[in-house]
């Protein structure tokens, strides 16, 4: 049996864990490979209904194993709410 170095490519974005502080920009560049979800929708949704005036629940916890993808959900909700509401609708259409 022999064995080969088979190099695979990947992207930079796989290789290192998430970091809210130096993985959002106001660009999106952090969001640019996120897959929505619906329950990424529903959780975001959630919060933003959470932000208005007349809300009761405005106090959330994201909780999930160490790489279920909170901190990137993180850097996507940063993007959203920073986005114009013309970026947002067309981020959410794709």
Sequence with gaps: MTHQNVSLPLAPR????????????????????YQITP???????????GLSPEASSRAFSLIG???AGK???GVFFASLV?????????????
């Design 65 to 67: 194993p160490y790489g």
């Design 14 to 33: 796989y290789m290192r864990s998430v970091h809210l502080l130096r993985d959002w920009s106001p660009q999106g560049v952090g969001i640019r490979d």
């Design 39 to 49: 329950l990424v929708l529903h959780t975001a949704e959630r919060i933003i209904a």
């Design 71 to 73: 901190s990137a959900f």
């Design 82 to 94: 920073h986005m114009s509401p013309t970026g947002r609708r067309r981020l959410l259409a794709e």
